[in-house]
């Protein structure tokens, strides 16, 4: 299984509103990744878990909440988001191993009105 | 500072020329050298890496990639083009010690015309 699923595909909040992003991954992989991605622009890194344990937060903002209940899981809670929270939300994982590359799934597309 | 740098926006190629996509990186130490592919509405997919070894990579989907450290460069090529490689393609780098971070370059548009 070479696949990163992330759950939901299309997610539309309001202001108010807390939600979650969920990122699932059976590859054994131990390192995971949030990603947010506007429009034709590269991916920007949000979080980093290296072995179920926070190690980058590239000063994101604390309506964003990442955890890691496990190797395999990750999830994104979403809570007052903006307007400008609207984007692409990109989940991956990698070995650790040396082997360096990023596995991606195909994103949760966020709308907040 | 890394840095990743794609000079085109877009890069148009007849179905069956060959084609090259290009990339320059600065970064201290020896890189590692990454090219990722996103089709409309997708994530990214891996597509080959230079870590080591070899300066000619080869990738998935007949790409392949040479890596050429006086000029910093590491240019994604295709002998033949093909309509279906039309898709945004990301250059990245990963610091020699930091191989959980990546810094990706802008993007650049690849349009295959029939």
């Known amino acids: 299984d070479t696949e990163v699923t992330q759950t939901p595909k299309h997610l539309v909040m309001g202001m108010t509103n807390k939600k979650s992003l969920k990122c699932e991954q059976h590859m054994g992989h131990r390192a995971m990744y949030w990603y947010k991605q506007k429009a034709k622009k590269p991916p920007e890194l949000m979080f980093v878990y290296s072995y179920e344990k926070l190690s980058i937060n590239e000063s994101v903002p604390s309506r964003f909440s990442p955890e890691c209940p496990n190797s395999s899981l990750l999830n994104l809670h979403l809570h007052a988001l903006q307007p400008e929270d609207s984007a692409l939300y990109l989940c991956?994982?990698?070995?650790?191993?040396?082997?360096?590359?990023?596995?991606f799934g195909p994103g949760t597309r966020l709308t907040v009105t | 500072a890394q840095s990743v740098a794609q000079p085109e926006d877009q890069v148009n190629v007849a179905e069956g020329n060959p084609l090259t996509v290009k990339c320059t990186y600065s970064v201290s130490g020896n890189p590692y050298l990454f090219w990722y592919v996103q089709y409309p509405n997708r994530g990214l997919q891996f597509l080959l890496k230079y870590i080591t070894g070899d300066n000619l990579v080869k990738g998935s989907y007949g790409f392949e990639a040479e890596f050429n450290k006086s000029q910093t460069s590491f240019h994604l090529k295709k002998p033949s083009a093909l309509v279906s490689d039309s898709a945004l393609y990301f250059c990245?780098?990963?610091?020699?010690?930091?191989?959980?971070?990546?810094?990706f370059g802008k993007g650049t548009r690849l349009h295959i015309l029939p």
């Open positions: 990245a780098v990963s610091p020699m010690n930091r191989d959980d971070k990546i810094i």
């Open positions: 991956a994982s990698s070995t650790r191993d040396g082997t360096y590359e990023q596995y």
